[in-house]
């Protein structure tokens, strides 16, 4: 329990670390009209990828999780986002009308954290589309200091 909370703090962490970058950045937080529309994906052109630190810190802290049955993601209703301060890294970073240089620079430094803590905890890093990732079972291989490092994270991340 003591590594779940401490990994979903990290996870926590790294959203707040987003929040701040955007926040400085006024011309990417203003080009959003917080319409909603981009949380659906087929209509939109747009797919979101989530990691397995988020898939765990969603599991653990969304109390009414939802299957996603449509194009569009189970937590956006009527434009709003029913999770929005637990919402996912690519939620935060995406923004349709804004510098994709910049977003590329948010996407590639967080993965880069997530995958930190994946090393940090010794669990798998997946980088899941969202359908797959929340209509799987809830992971229940929570992190422990007894668990061996994953074969996939041999050699990397030194
Ligand atoms: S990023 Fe674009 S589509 Fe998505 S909520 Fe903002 S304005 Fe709407
Ligand atoms: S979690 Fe919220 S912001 Fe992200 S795709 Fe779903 S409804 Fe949209």
């Known amino acids: 329990m003591k590594n ?12 707040d670390w987003l929040d701040t970058q955007i926040e400085n950045n006024r011309r990417v937080k203003d080009s959003c009209l917080a ?15 989530i990691t397995t630190p988020e898939l765990y810190l969603h599991n653990f802290t969304v109390k009414e999780s939802k299957l996603m049955t449509t194009d569009t993601c189970p937590y956006n209703q009527d434009g709003k986002c029913l999770i929005y301060k637990h919402r996912f890294a690519g939620c935060r970073i995406f923004f349709c009308k804004a510098d994709k240089t910049f977003q590329s620079i948010l996407t590639e430094t967080a993965i880069k954290k997530l995958k930190e803590i ?25 992190p422990s200091d007894d668990t061996p490092l994953p074969p996939e994270h041999e050699g990397r991340y030194t």
């Open 35 to 49: 319409c909603g529309k981009c949380c659906n994906f087929k209509k939109f052109g747009h797919r979101l990828f």
């Open 118 to 142: 994946c090393l940090h905890f010794k669990i798998p890093y997946h980088y899941m589309d969202l359908k797959t990732a929340i209509n799987q079972p809830p992971l229940n291989i929570y």
């Open 4 to 15: 779940n909370l401490e990994l979903i703090k990290q996870v926590n962490q790294i959203y």
